[in-house]
């Protein structure tokens, strides 16, 4: 009595560390995350901000056009995982002049 004990074995994700940062300044064209960055030892995902002004973006690794492809919204955020993903993910200023704040996570 009063014993706490699991009859699972109890499982910890492993807690995620930046590994990187980058600012991508133009995407006035199609343009994807920086190869030597988003593969860099450990890197699992990245979360992207995009500032300034809206994009268009695909992760099908075909080219986003201003008017084709998911929109995000100036502030908007999304996580992009896998290194599969991450190479062919590729974004486009849909309306100005976007800039992407790009953090990689890994472990």
Known sequence: MGVNWHPYEV???P????ISFEQITSISSATGLTESKRTASGVVYA???VTTSDM???TDGNNPSSSVGSY?????????WGQVDLAAFRAIDSAGTSKLEVTYFGV
């Open 11 to 13: 499982r910890m994700d």
């Open 15 to 18: 807690i995620w560390r930046t």
């Open 47 to 49: 979360q992207i901000q």
């Open 56 to 58: 268009r973006y695909r």
């Open 72 to 80: 995000l919204a100036s502030n908007g955020i999304i996580e992009i």
